[in-house]
Protein backbone atom coordinates (compact mmCIF):
# COMPACT_ATOMS: atom_id res chain seq x y z
CA UNK A 1 0.00 0.00 0.00
CA UNK A 2 1.20 3.28 -0.93
CA UNK A 3 2.22 5.67 1.72
CA UNK A 4 0.27 8.80 0.57
CA UNK A 5 -2.16 9.52 3.75
CA UNK A 6 1.06 12.72 3.90
CA UNK A 7 -1.03 15.68 2.09
CA UNK A 8 -3.68 13.94 0.81
CA UNK A 9 -7.90 15.02 0.95
CA UNK A 10 -8.04 12.54 4.01
CA UNK A 11 -5.14 14.10 5.68
CA UNK A 12 -6.64 18.22 4.61
CA UNK A 13 -10.53 17.78 4.06
CA UNK A 14 -11.48 15.37 6.43
CA UNK A 15 -11.39 15.63 10.24
CA UNK A 16 -12.47 13.68 13.08
CA UNK A 17 -12.85 15.28 16.77
CA UNK A 18 -12.04 12.76 19.27
CA UNK A 19 -12.37 14.07 23.13
CA UNK A 20 -10.78 11.75 25.53
CA UNK A 21 -12.74 10.92 28.94
CA UNK A 22 -11.73 9.03 31.94
CA UNK A 23 -14.62 7.29 33.26
CA UNK A 24 -14.72 5.13 37.09
CA UNK A 25 -15.84 1.94 36.93
CA UNK A 26 -18.52 1.27 39.87
CA UNK A 27 -18.09 -1.95 41.68
CA UNK A 28 -14.81 -3.25 40.00
CA UNK A 29 -13.37 -4.08 43.20
CA UNK A 30 -15.85 -6.85 43.30
CA UNK A 31 -14.01 -8.94 40.35
CA UNK A 32 -10.13 -7.57 41.47
CA UNK A 33 -8.65 -9.39 43.94
CA UNK A 34 -6.29 -8.52 46.88
CA UNK A 35 -3.27 -10.50 48.45
CA UNK A 36 -2.32 -9.62 51.38
CA UNK A 37 2.14 -9.69 51.90
CA UNK A 38 4.19 -8.97 55.19
CA UNK A 39 7.74 -6.85 54.04
CA UNK A 40 9.84 -9.48 55.03
CA UNK A 41 8.73 -12.35 52.17
CA UNK A 42 7.67 -9.02 49.96
CA UNK A 43 11.65 -9.13 49.76
CA UNK A 44 11.78 -12.21 47.99
CA UNK A 45 8.52 -12.52 46.03
CA UNK A 46 8.70 -8.90 44.62
CA UNK A 47 11.12 -7.39 42.29
CA UNK A 48 11.10 -3.90 43.82
CA UNK A 49 9.53 -4.42 47.42
CA UNK A 50 8.18 -1.14 48.91
CA UNK A 51 10.47 0.34 51.82
CA UNK A 52 7.36 2.29 53.43
CA UNK A 53 4.23 0.54 54.50
CA UNK A 54 1.44 -0.30 53.83
CA UNK A 55 2.25 0.29 49.81
CA UNK A 56 0.14 -1.45 46.72
CA UNK A 57 1.08 -2.75 43.74
CA UNK A 58 -1.32 -3.92 40.99
CA UNK A 59 -0.46 -6.53 38.52
CA UNK A 60 -1.81 -8.04 35.57
CA UNK A 61 -1.19 -10.98 33.14
CA UNK A 62 0.98 -8.85 31.07
CA UNK A 63 2.88 -7.51 33.75
CA UNK A 64 3.19 -9.63 36.73
CA UNK A 65 6.20 -11.60 35.03
CA UNK A 66 7.72 -8.51 35.67
CA UNK A 67 7.08 -7.44 39.09
CA UNK A 68 6.81 -10.43 41.07
CA UNK A 69 9.56 -14.10 41.54
CA UNK A 70 9.45 -16.84 44.22
CA UNK A 71 6.11 -18.40 44.85
CA UNK A 72 4.26 -15.44 44.90
CA UNK A 73 4.65 -15.42 41.32
CA UNK A 74 4.14 -19.28 40.76
CA UNK A 75 0.69 -18.36 42.91
CA UNK A 76 0.20 -15.27 39.78
CA UNK A 77 0.91 -17.73 36.86
CA UNK A 78 -1.62 -20.52 38.25
CA UNK A 79 -4.46 -17.61 38.51
CA UNK A 80 -2.86 -16.34 35.33
CA UNK A 81 -2.66 -19.75 33.13
CA UNK A 82 -6.60 -19.43 32.10
CA UNK A 83 -7.32 -15.34 33.01
CA UNK A 84 -6.35 -12.48 30.42
CA UNK A 85 -8.61 -9.72 32.08
CA UNK A 86 -8.22 -9.90 35.81
CA UNK A 87 -5.95 -7.41 37.81
CA UNK A 88 -4.98 -8.30 41.19
CA UNK A 89 -3.65 -5.90 44.15
CA UNK A 90 -0.82 -6.89 45.74
CA UNK A 91 -0.59 -4.88 49.58
CA UNK A 92 2.86 -5.19 51.25
CA UNK A 93 2.29 -4.40 55.55
CA UNK A 94 4.75 -4.30 57.91
CA UNK A 95 5.08 -7.89 59.65
CA UNK A 96 6.99 -6.33 62.71
CA UNK A 97 4.07 -5.07 64.27
CA UNK A 98 2.69 -6.41 67.01
CA UNK A 99 -0.71 -8.09 66.96
CA UNK A 100 -1.06 -8.20 63.08
CA UNK A 101 -0.82 -4.15 63.38
CA UNK A 102 0.01 -3.57 59.95
CA UNK A 103 -1.90 -6.26 58.24
CA UNK A 104 -4.53 -4.18 59.73
CA UNK A 105 -3.18 -0.81 59.13
CA UNK A 106 -2.68 -2.27 54.86
CA UNK A 107 -6.89 -3.90 55.36
CA UNK A 108 -7.72 -0.38 56.47
CA UNK A 109 -6.05 1.75 54.07
CA UNK A 110 -6.97 -0.63 50.99
CA UNK A 111 -9.64 -2.79 51.84
CA UNK A 112 -12.57 -0.61 49.76
CA UNK A 113 -10.15 -2.00 46.28
CA UNK A 114 -11.05 -5.33 46.67
CA UNK A 115 -13.72 -7.80 47.72
CA UNK A 116 -11.86 -11.45 47.83
CA UNK A 117 -8.73 -10.97 50.10
CA UNK A 118 -5.73 -13.67 50.33
CA UNK A 119 -2.87 -14.04 52.81
CA UNK A 120 1.07 -14.98 51.50
CA UNK A 121 1.76 -17.01 54.52
CA UNK A 122 4.25 -19.41 54.22
CA UNK A 123 4.21 -22.84 55.86
CA UNK A 124 1.80 -23.95 58.68
CA UNK A 125 1.30 -20.66 60.98
CA UNK A 126 -2.00 -19.58 59.53
CA UNK A 127 -2.23 -16.76 62.04
CA UNK A 128 -2.07 -14.22 59.55
CA UNK A 129 -5.11 -15.88 57.48
CA UNK A 130 -6.80 -15.66 61.17
CA UNK A 131 -6.28 -12.26 61.42
CA UNK A 132 -7.16 -11.24 58.19
CA UNK A 133 -10.35 -13.54 58.39
CA UNK A 134 -11.37 -11.38 60.98
CA UNK A 135 -11.14 -8.10 59.80
CA UNK A 136 -13.03 -9.97 56.94
CA UNK A 137 -15.82 -11.16 58.49
CA UNK A 138 -16.64 -7.80 60.60
CA UNK A 139 -16.48 -5.83 57.14
CA UNK A 140 -18.85 -8.71 54.96
CA UNK A 141 -20.16 -5.64 52.29
CA UNK A 142 -16.48 -4.82 51.27
CA UNK A 143 -14.24 -8.33 51.65
CA UNK A 144 -14.50 -11.87 51.73
CA UNK A 145 -11.75 -13.96 53.17
CA UNK A 146 -10.24 -16.99 50.85
CA UNK A 147 -7.42 -19.19 50.88
CA UNK A 148 -5.88 -22.48 49.93
CA UNK A 149 -5.05 -24.86 52.40
CA UNK A 150 -2.89 -28.28 51.80
CA UNK A 151 -3.16 -29.31 55.45
CA UNK A 152 -4.52 -33.19 56.17
CA UNK A 153 -6.85 -31.78 58.92
CA UNK A 154 -9.60 -30.39 56.26
CA UNK A 155 -9.30 -34.10 54.81
CA UNK A 156 -10.92 -35.48 58.81
CA UNK A 157 -14.29 -34.89 60.07
CA UNK A 158 -14.46 -33.61 62.73
CA UNK A 159 -11.92 -30.98 62.10
CA UNK A 160 -9.59 -30.75 65.03
CA UNK A 161 -6.67 -28.86 63.41
CA UNK A 162 -5.59 -27.24 60.55
CA UNK A 163 -7.31 -23.62 58.95
CA UNK A 164 -10.47 -24.28 58.61
CA UNK A 165 -10.74 -25.22 62.32
CA UNK A 166 -8.72 -22.43 63.33
CA UNK A 167 -10.90 -19.68 61.24
CA UNK A 168 -13.91 -21.22 62.60
CA UNK A 169 -12.97 -21.90 66.16
CA UNK A 170 -11.91 -17.44 65.24
CA UNK A 171 -16.03 -17.36 65.09
CA UNK A 172 -15.09 -16.39 61.06
CA UNK A 173 -15.59 -17.47 58.14
CA UNK A 174 -13.53 -18.28 54.83
CA UNK A 175 -13.73 -19.89 51.31
CA UNK A 176 -11.52 -22.59 51.28
CA UNK A 177 -10.02 -25.09 48.78
CA UNK A 178 -7.50 -27.87 49.59
CA UNK A 179 -4.92 -29.03 47.55
CA UNK A 180 -1.40 -30.92 48.22
CA UNK A 181 -0.29 -29.45 45.09
CA UNK A 182 2.81 -27.63 45.25
CA UNK A 183 3.74 -23.95 44.03
CA UNK A 184 0.05 -22.64 43.79
CA UNK A 185 -2.48 -21.09 46.01
CA UNK A 186 -5.53 -23.12 45.08
CA UNK A 187 -8.55 -20.80 46.29
CA UNK A 188 -6.95 -18.02 44.31
CA UNK A 189 -6.59 -20.06 41.03
CA UNK A 190 -10.39 -21.20 41.25
CA UNK A 191 -10.87 -17.90 41.86
CA UNK A 192 -9.33 -16.90 38.75
CA UNK A 193 -11.28 -19.11 36.73
CA UNK A 194 -14.28 -17.91 38.24
CA UNK A 195 -13.04 -14.28 37.01
CA UNK A 196 -12.14 -15.23 33.53
CA UNK A 197 -15.69 -14.36 31.83
CA UNK A 198 -17.94 -11.16 31.44
CA UNK A 199 -21.56 -12.34 31.61
CA UNK A 200 -24.85 -10.15 31.26
CA UNK A 201 -23.78 -8.34 34.05
CA UNK A 202 -20.83 -6.66 31.93
CA UNK A 203 -18.28 -7.84 34.52
CA UNK A 204 -17.60 -11.49 36.15
CA UNK A 205 -19.86 -10.73 38.91
CA UNK A 206 -22.04 -13.70 39.88
CA UNK A 207 -19.98 -16.17 37.83
CA UNK A 208 -19.71 -19.76 38.96
CA UNK A 209 -17.23 -20.25 41.46
CA UNK A 210 -16.87 -23.84 41.24
CA UNK A 211 -17.10 -26.35 38.10
CA UNK A 212 -15.05 -24.34 36.03
CA UNK A 213 -12.65 -27.01 33.99
CA UNK A 214 -9.34 -26.42 33.78
CA UNK A 215 -6.22 -27.83 32.72
CA UNK A 216 -3.59 -25.99 34.34
CA UNK A 217 -3.54 -27.43 38.00
CA UNK A 218 -3.87 -30.97 39.12
CA UNK A 219 -6.57 -32.62 41.29
CA UNK A 220 -6.38 -32.16 45.05
CA UNK A 221 -4.77 -35.53 45.75
CA UNK A 222 -2.03 -36.44 48.34
CA UNK A 223 0.79 -36.76 46.45
CA UNK A 224 1.57 -32.93 46.12
CA UNK A 225 -0.83 -33.54 42.86
CA UNK A 226 1.95 -34.05 40.49
CA UNK A 227 0.44 -37.58 39.30
CA UNK A 228 -3.65 -35.50 39.15
CA UNK A 229 -4.56 -38.33 41.66
CA UNK A 230 -7.93 -37.39 43.51
CA UNK A 231 -8.52 -37.33 47.21
CA UNK A 232 -10.12 -40.59 48.40
CA UNK A 233 -13.22 -41.30 48.43
CA UNK A 234 -13.36 -40.68 52.46
CA UNK A 235 -11.05 -37.39 52.08
CA UNK A 236 -14.02 -36.29 49.64
CA UNK A 237 -16.89 -37.03 52.00
CA UNK A 238 -14.79 -35.41 54.50
CA UNK A 239 -13.87 -32.25 52.20
CA UNK A 240 -17.90 -32.01 51.41
CA UNK A 241 -18.70 -32.30 55.41
CA UNK A 242 -16.55 -29.22 55.83
CA UNK A 243 -17.37 -27.11 53.53
CA UNK A 244 -13.62 -27.19 51.77
CA UNK A 245 -13.52 -26.85 48.05
CA UNK A 246 -11.16 -29.29 45.82
CA UNK A 247 -9.83 -29.45 42.85
CA UNK A 248 -11.55 -33.31 41.17
CA UNK A 249 -10.91 -34.75 37.71
CA UNK A 250 -13.62 -34.13 35.30
CA UNK A 251 -13.56 -37.79 33.91
CA UNK A 252 -13.39 -36.87 30.30
CA UNK A 253 -9.64 -38.67 30.09
CA UNK A 254 -8.10 -35.20 29.37
CA UNK A 255 -7.26 -34.93 32.97
CA UNK A 256 -9.11 -31.68 33.31
CA UNK A 257 -10.41 -30.45 36.83
CA UNK A 258 -12.63 -28.60 38.06
CA UNK A 259 -13.26 -27.41 41.61
CA UNK A 260 -15.95 -28.72 43.57
CA UNK A 261 -17.62 -26.72 46.48
CA UNK A 262 -19.69 -23.56 46.80
CA UNK A 263 -19.64 -22.51 50.11
CA UNK A 264 -17.60 -20.84 53.00
CA UNK A 265 -16.34 -23.40 55.74
CA UNK A 266 -19.43 -21.50 58.08
CA UNK A 267 -22.16 -23.02 55.04
CA UNK A 268 -22.81 -19.35 53.44
CA UNK A 269 -22.91 -19.72 49.97
CA UNK A 270 -19.57 -17.75 48.13
CA UNK A 271 -21.77 -17.01 45.09
CA UNK A 272 -25.01 -15.77 46.83
CA UNK A 273 -22.80 -13.69 49.56
CA UNK A 274 -20.74 -11.64 46.74
CA UNK A 275 -23.96 -11.14 45.17
CA UNK A 276 -25.48 -9.74 47.87
CA UNK A 277 -22.44 -7.52 48.55
CA UNK A 278 -21.97 -5.82 44.88
CA UNK A 279 -25.96 -5.33 44.46
CA UNK A 280 -25.78 -3.63 47.79
CA UNK A 281 -22.46 -1.35 46.42
CA UNK A 282 -23.71 -0.66 43.66
CA UNK A 283 -27.35 0.34 44.18
CA UNK A 284 -25.84 2.76 47.34
CA UNK A 285 -23.42 4.47 44.79
CA UNK A 286 -26.11 4.64 41.81
CA UNK A 287 -28.54 6.06 44.44
CA UNK A 288 -25.80 8.46 45.77
CA UNK A 289 -25.19 9.52 42.32
CA UNK A 290 -29.09 9.85 41.46
CA UNK A 291 -29.37 12.22 44.32
CA UNK A 292 -26.65 14.17 43.57
CA UNK A 293 -27.45 14.75 40.29
CA UNK A 294 -27.35 18.80 40.49
CA UNK A 295 -29.02 19.03 36.99
CA UNK A 296 -32.27 17.09 38.53
CA UNK A 297 -32.78 18.02 41.87
CA UNK A 298 -34.44 15.31 43.97
CA UNK A 299 -37.24 15.84 46.61
CA UNK A 300 -39.33 13.54 48.94
CA UNK A 301 -41.62 12.85 46.75
CA UNK A 302 -43.44 10.42 44.54
CA UNK A 303 -41.11 10.77 41.48
CA UNK A 304 -38.29 10.50 43.28
CA UNK A 305 -39.63 7.37 44.97
CA UNK A 306 -39.90 5.43 41.60
CA UNK A 307 -36.54 6.43 40.12
CA UNK A 308 -35.00 4.77 43.42
CA UNK A 309 -37.32 1.77 42.64
CA UNK A 310 -36.18 1.98 38.87
CA UNK A 311 -33.07 2.18 39.58
CA UNK A 312 -32.94 -1.57 41.99
CA UNK A 313 -34.95 -3.10 38.89
CA UNK A 314 -32.21 -2.23 36.23
CA UNK A 315 -29.35 -3.18 38.78
CA UNK A 316 -30.95 -6.91 39.21
CA UNK A 317 -32.11 -7.36 35.45
CA UNK A 318 -28.66 -8.43 33.91
CA UNK A 319 -28.20 -11.46 36.79
CA UNK A 320 -31.40 -12.29 35.97
CA UNK A 321 -30.43 -12.71 32.06
CA UNK A 322 -27.43 -15.02 33.44
CA UNK A 323 -29.45 -17.19 35.99
CA UNK A 324 -27.78 -16.00 39.06
CA UNK A 325 -31.24 -14.96 40.03
CA UNK A 326 -34.74 -15.89 39.44
CA UNK A 327 -38.29 -14.50 40.53
CA UNK A 328 -37.12 -10.99 41.11
CA UNK A 329 -39.81 -8.92 42.50
CA UNK A 330 -40.06 -5.06 43.34
CA UNK A 331 -42.34 -5.79 46.74
CA UNK A 332 -42.23 -2.23 48.45
CA UNK A 333 -45.59 -0.38 49.25
CA UNK A 334 -47.23 2.47 47.04
CA UNK A 335 -45.32 5.96 48.03
CA UNK A 336 -48.49 7.02 50.26
CA UNK A 337 -48.04 3.79 52.46
CA UNK A 338 -44.01 4.06 52.98
CA UNK A 339 -43.96 4.08 57.04
CA UNK A 340 -43.42 8.06 58.33
CA UNK A 341 -40.05 9.30 58.28
CA UNK A 342 -39.31 12.68 59.30
CA UNK A 343 -36.71 15.54 58.00
CA UNK A 344 -35.28 14.31 54.94
CA UNK A 345 -35.27 10.13 55.00
CA UNK A 346 -37.37 8.13 52.82
CA UNK A 347 -37.59 4.31 54.44
CA UNK A 348 -38.30 1.21 51.86
CA UNK A 349 -39.63 -1.67 54.10
CA UNK A 350 -39.32 -5.22 51.94
CA UNK A 351 -37.98 -3.50 48.99
CA UNK A 352 -36.97 -6.49 46.46
CA UNK A 353 -36.85 -10.16 46.56
CA UNK A 354 -35.71 -12.96 44.39
CA UNK A 355 -34.35 -16.39 44.43
CA UNK A 356 -30.61 -17.36 44.23
CA UNK A 357 -29.77 -19.99 42.00
CA UNK A 358 -27.21 -22.20 42.71
CA UNK A 359 -24.84 -24.04 40.12
CA UNK A 360 -25.85 -28.05 39.27
CA UNK A 361 -23.37 -30.09 40.62
CA UNK A 362 -24.98 -33.85 40.56
CA UNK A 363 -27.89 -34.83 37.98
CA UNK A 364 -29.71 -38.19 38.34
CA UNK A 365 -31.38 -39.72 35.27
CA UNK A 366 -34.05 -42.33 35.51
CA UNK A 367 -34.85 -43.91 32.47
CA UNK A 368 -36.40 -47.69 32.25
CA UNK A 369 -34.77 -50.58 29.88
CA UNK A 370 -37.52 -52.73 27.80
CA UNK A 371 -36.55 -56.26 26.82
CA UNK A 372 -39.07 -58.01 24.77
CA UNK A 373 -38.79 -62.01 25.32
Do not use: H
Request: with cysteine.
Amino acid sequence: MANDFSGSIAQNNIAFTISTSITAVVGDNYYTPMIFIDDTSADTNIVTPASVFPAILTVNASNFGDLTIGTLKDWLTSFYAENSISEINIVTYNGATALYGGLTAGYNAYKTLSYQKFVFESGTDNAAKIALATLCEADVLLSQFWSGTSEGGALVNPMIAGLAFDIADANSDARIVYSAQTGIEPALTSLGLALNRINATGTPVGNRVDYNSTLSVKASGTTGGADNSNVTATGMTNLKLNKVGFFETVGNGTGAVACYGDQTIGGKYVGAEWFKSYFQYINQVNCAQYLTDSTNPKYKTESTYQGILGMVRASAQPFQETGVISNFAITAPTFLKLPATAGDTITIPNCWSATFNRGVSNVNVQGTLFITA
